[in-house]
């Protein structure tokens, strides 16, 4: 069983020494070739004194084939691992760990040749020298034929070994023995609900994964041309199912965290292309499950909920579990769903006779209800100032289109204002909206306005205006805003970190819920940021820093960001604290009945907003 050893020293007394060092035995069992670039070498050293062994490497001197002249160490990867016969063999009932793995990377075309390589192995000062055998090419069974005294999480080592310096090429390893779905779930146990797929570049996929004894070395999803994501086990959120573990009792333990889910970007991914989930066992078992997938183009707003139902905003690693998955994926379903949308041109239908150089325009975008309408028409037919206004209504929601357009001739016959309704084939969210009105606009001047803001008195849009042109540098201006019961929405936007969630900057409404009456407020305030519920801006102001920013999620954050991008800019914003409108907070709204999803876009778009303006912000507020 044994093979001889050629002891050589780094000084010359230890070569000439005796005792221990003699009774050291080693064998090399494997020389192997693994895809032609990686170099398995499998044996095992033995001395009960000396258990911790360094194994090197090296290019054998002037082998031109190989090394070209060269000599030098390659790198190695080195597993431990027992070997019982190796016990039994020397009589030895002490355990230890003599057998040895070593996985080298093989940097050159031609195959290797035993004598072209050295194989040492240094214990303390001295090297052994030892005899390696001819390399053959290793199928999935000769890579573990010679571990089956190994311990489980030997072998699952050995799997790890192999994946670092191989990559997703373990799984294209010949031979590897293939398990059928039925004798997977023998082992361990899951279930996708979701697998949402963006074509070009990724999936998020959700569901669970029940392996309470760690069966699996590695799982990845693969496409049809094989192109590999990363290992789902250590790239995904795991939390708890308690569903799961009821209905699979005593397969893990109470707190073993059984859902599963994750943002995998996989960028040559082609649409409807087929894909494949890998699972490789600690035994070195293949299995290769289809996976079916749901096409997010059907319903972006459906895979938004989706993709947000499992995630916890308790999570103590929130912001990079907005990073890496639930961030990382919506802000890619909404630049694909940009992508998907030409850009509307928008149908225009004109109530009234249209409204010839008019001196301002006003945009209000309606989603989910369109009663509002009346009310402001009713508002603002009293004001002069709409003599001079293009007043524009955006339609947002594809469902109304059809009950709309009877309902606005119906309000044009009662109320001779002009207006006119710009809708564009499909909802384009808040921003979208906006940005239509705004291609839509006549005038030099913008007025950004809430369906659900209603004048205190006449002649506010001309007065705002004058006060305007008074101020210096000015970006965004803002009213007043005060709710129906008399207590304050809006005197400015400032920004707070929060710490329960992920120190996110949030934006904040100082003065919120205060009794208008209780407060002093200056007729002119400076501010880093107000509300878009109604802003006024020149048109070419706005369209220089491209409008409302359309990857923020129904509607929240788009107005900060345009002040910051105007900020940065060198322009100020303004709110006009005698200048006063009602607002009806969200009552324009009708989308979200889950509110608990609602509050989980609000924490997206916060994240959005934090990545991109965080420094900015720390500056404004130093």
């Not at 194994?55 to 990867?77: H, I, R, S």
């Not at 050995?158 to 023998?186: C, D, F, H």
């Not at 005593?250 to 292309?273: F, N, T, V």
């Not at 100032?385 to 309000?411: G, H, K, M, N, S």
Request: aromatic share 10%.
């Amino acid at each position: 069983m044994g093979s001889k050893i050629r002891f050589f020293s780094r000084e010359e007394k230890h070569s000439k020494e005796t005792g221990p060092k003699q009774a050291v035995k080693a064998w090399v069992d494997v020389c192997g070739i693994i895809g032609g670039k990686h170099l398995l070498i499998q044996g095992w050293a033995f001395h009960p004194g000396y258990e911790d062994v360094h194994f090197n490497v090296a290019y054998a001197a002037g082998d031109e084939a190989v090394g070209g002249g060269k000599t030098g160490k390659l790198p190695v990867d080195l597993l431990r691992t027992t070997r019982q016969d190796v016990n039994r063999h020397f009589s030895h009932e002490d355990g230890g760990c003599w057998g040895f793995s070593l996985l080298v990377d093989w940097p050159y075309e031609q195959s290797p040749e035993e004598n072209a390589l050295q194989l040492t192995a240094e214990i303390e000062r001295t090297q052994l020298l030892l005899a390696l055998k001819p390399f053959v090419e290793l199928a999935g069974a000769d890579i573990f034929g010679h571990s089956a005294s190994w311990r489980s999480d030997e072998r699952a080592q050995l799997i790890a070994q192999l994946y670092r310096s191989m990559g997703n090429g373990v799984y294209e390893i010949p031979g590897l023995k293939r398990l059928e779905e039925g004798q997977l779930r023998g082992l361990l146990n899951w279930h996708w609900e979701e697998a949402l797929s963006i074509p070009g570049s990724g999936v998020f996929l959700s569901g669970w994964l029940l392996d309470g004894q760690q069966e699996l070395a590695s799982m990845v999803l693969r496409t049809a041309d094989s192109g590999y994501s990363k290992n789902l086990l250590e790239h995904s959120v795991r939390y708890r199912r308690t569903d799961v573990l009821e209905a699979f009792p005593g397969k893990a333990s109470s707190d073993y965290q059984a859902g599963l889910y994750a943002w995998i970007p996989m960028p040559h991914l082609a649409e409807r292309a087929g894909l494949e989930l890998v699972m490789l066992t600690r035994e070195g078992a293949l299995g290769i499950l289809p996976v079916p997938q749901n096409n997010v183009r059907d319903d972006i707003t459906l895979a938004s909920q989706k993709m947000l139902v499992n995630f916890h905003i308790s999570d103590r690693q929130y912001r990079e579990i907005m990073r890496d998955h639930v961030g990382a994926a919506l802000s890619t379903l909404w630049k694909y769903r940009r992508a998907l949308l030409s850009e509307p041109e928008g149908e225009v239908l004109q109530f009234g006779p249209a409204v010839e150089n008019p001196k301002r325009s006003v945009i209000v975008p309606l989603y989910g209800r369109y009663d509002f309408l009346l009310h402001q028409v009713a508002q603002f037919i009293g004001d002069k100032d709409f003599a001079e206004t293009e007043l524009i209504y955006v339609l947002d929601d594809p469902r109304l289109y059809d009950e709309f357009i009877p309902f606005c001739r119906d309000t044009s016959k009662l109320f001779p204002i002009s207006f006119k309704i710009v809708y564009g084939g499909y909802n384009l969210g808040y921003a979208g909206a906006n940005n239509l009105g705004a291609r839509n606009a006549s005038s030099k001047k913008l007025v950004l306005l809430n369906s659900d803001i209603i004048p205190s008195e006449p002649g506010w849009l001309s007065r705002i205006e004058e006060k305007m042109a008074g101020l210096e540098n000015v970006g965004v201006a803002a009213p007043k805003l005060v709710f129906d019961d008399g207590t304050v929405q809006h005197l400015g936007m400032a920004f707070e970190r929060n710490p329960q969630f992920g120190n996110l900057w949030l934006n904040e409404h100082p003065g919120k819920g205060t009794p208008e009456w209780l407060l002093e407020v200056p007729a002119v305030s400076e501010h880093p940021a107000v509300t878009g519920a109604c802003m006024f801006i020149d048109k070419a102001l706005y369209d220089s820093v491209g409008g409302l920013d359309e990857t923020y999620v129904f509607g929240d954050f788009e107005d900060s960001d345009l002040c910051l991008k105007l900020r940065r800019a060198g322009y100020r914003h303004y709110v006009l604290g005698d200048e006063k409108l009602y607002h009806l907070e969200r009552q324009s709204q009708n989308l979200f009945v889950n509110q608990d999803w609602k509050f989980k876009i609000t924490l997206y778009n916060a994240w959005q907003h934090t990545q991109r303006w965080g420094r900015l912000i720390e500056q404004l507020v130093a």
